[in-house]
C-alpha cells in the first residue's frame, strides 16, 4: 500500500508544477487577445493623434511645411533613432535596456571607412557594409552573455561597452576623424528612389520586418511572454536566455547599421561624435511610442510614431525660434508624460 502511495506521488507532483507554471504564466495575461489588442489600437490611435495634431499646426502656423525638402529633412534626421529604436524595443520588451548602442554605432562608423579606403574595388565596399554590422553585433551578444549567463543587471551590463565601446573606436582609429567621399557607400544615406531618401526605405522596410517578427513568429512571442514574467515562462519551457541574446545582438547589429548611415551623411568618422546620446533618443521613442519600460510589450510601429512626434517637436521649436536647449527640456517632459500615461493604462 504504502509503494503504491509512494508511485502515486511521483506522477502527481511533476502535474503539479506543470499546473503552478500554467498558472503563473497565465496570470499577468488574464485579459482576452481581443481586449489586448484593443488597448494597443488605442494607444496607437492617441499617439497618431498627436502627431496629426502637431502636423496640422505646423501646416498653419510654421512657413514652408509643405514641402518635399522639409519632409525629407525631418525624416533623415529620424532615421538612426528609428533604426536603433527598433533594437532597443526588442530589448525593453525582454525587460532590459541597452546603454551601449551609441558605442556600437562608433564602433561599427569607425570599422567602415579603414575598409572601403583602403581596399580597392566593390570588394572593400561589400566588407565595409558587412563587416563594421558584425561587429556591433559580436557587442550585443557580449552584453546578451553578461546578462544571461552573469546574471548582471541589463543598464550594468550595457554599462560596460557604453564606456569602453566608444574608447575602443577611438584607438582603432587612434582618435582621428576620417573623412571620405565615396558615393558607392554614401548611397546608402544619400542615394533616392523616386525622389525619396534611400534611408527612409530602409527604416520603413525594417519597421515592417519587425513588426512581421513580433507579431506573427514564434521568437517575437516568446520576447514578450519572457518580458511579462520570465520565470513562468523557463518553467513552461521557453529558452529565456537564447530570446535575450538574440534581442541584445539584433539590438548591436541595428545600431551598427545606423553607424554606417551617420557616417555616410557626414561623409566622415568621428568616434568622438558618432553615436553620442542616440540610446537616449531611442529610449524616449520606445517610451513615447507605447512599449512598456518593464517588459512584456514590443511595439515596433509605435517607436516609429514616437520617434516623429520628438523629432516634429524639436523641428516645431526650432522652426519658430526656440533654442535646441529648451527643446531637450520639453523632450524630457514628454517622456515624464508617456511613462505616466502608461501607469495609467496599466
Known amino acids: 500500500m504504502a509503494l503504491k502511495l509512494h508511485t502515486e ?178 548611397w546608402i544615406a544619400l542615394g533616392k528612389i523616386a525622389g525619396v531618401p534611400f534611408q527612409v526605405l530602409l527604416m520603413l522596410a525594417l519597421v515592417g520586418v519587425f513588426v512581421w517578427v513580433v507579431r506573427k513568429t514564434l521568437f517575437g512571442q516568446y520576447l514578450l511572454i519572457t518580458g511579462g514574467n520570465e520565470k513562468a515562462a523557463y518553467l513552461c519551457g521557453v529558452p529565456t536566455a537564447t530570446v535575450k541574446l538574440i534581442a541584445y545582438t539584433l539590438c548591436a547589429a541595428l545600431a551598427g547599421l545606423a553607424g554606417l548611415i551617420s557616417i555616410s551623411v557626414n561623409s566622415s568618422s568621428d568616434a568622438n561624435v558618432v553615436g553620442l546620446g542616440v540610446e537616449l533618443d531611442a529610449i524616449a521613442a520606445v517610451a513615447v511610442g507605447g512599449t512598456a519600460l518593464t517588459g512584456g510589450k514590443a511595439y515596433i510601429g509605435g517607436t516609429l510614431v514616437g520617434a516623429l512626434i520628438i523629432q516634429l517637436l524639436r523641428y516645431t521649436l526650432l522652426a519658430h525660434g526656440i533654442p535646441d536647449a529648451a527643446a531637450l527640456v520639453v523632450k524630457a517632459g514628454i517622456i515624464v508624460a508617456a511613462v505616466y500615461v502608461q501607469r495609467r493604462s496599466r
Open 9 to 186: 506521488s511521483l506522477h502527481t507532483e511533476p502535474a503539479r508544477h506543470a499546473d503552478a507554471a500554467a498558472s503563473m504564466t497565465a496570470a499577468p495575461r488574464a485579459q482576452p487577445a481581443s481586449t489586448v489588442r484593443k488597448w494597443r489600437h488605442l494607444a496607437m490611435q492617441r499617439e497618431i493623434i498627436v502627431l496629426l495634431a502637431m502636423v496640422l499646426f505646423n501646416l498653419i502656423f510654421t512657413p514652408h511645411f509643405w514641402s518635399l525638402q522639409t519632409f525629407n529633412v525631418n525624416m533623415t534626421q529620424v532615421v538612426t533613432i528609428v533604426i536603433v529604436g527598433i533594437g532597443m524595443t526588442l530589448v525593453v520588451a525582454t525587460g532590459g535596456i541597452d546603454l551601449s548602442v551609441g558605442a556600437s554605432m562608433a564602433i561599427s562608423g569607425a570599422l567602415a571607412p579603414m575598409l572601403f579606403l583602403n581596399i580597392a574595388g566593390p570588394g572593400g565596399i561589400a566588407l565595409a557594409f558587412v563587416l563594421p554590422v558584425l561587429a556591433a553585433a559580436v557587442c550585443g551578444v557580449f552584453n546578451g552573455l553578461l546578462v544571461t549567463k552573469l546574471s548582471v543587471q541589463p543598464i550594468v551590463a550595457t554599462l560596460v561597452l557604453f564606456i569602453a565601446g566608444r574608447g575602443i573606436a577611438q584607438v582603432v582609429t587612434d582618435g582621428s576623424l576620417q573623412a571620405f567621399n565615396t558615393p558607392a557607400f554614401q
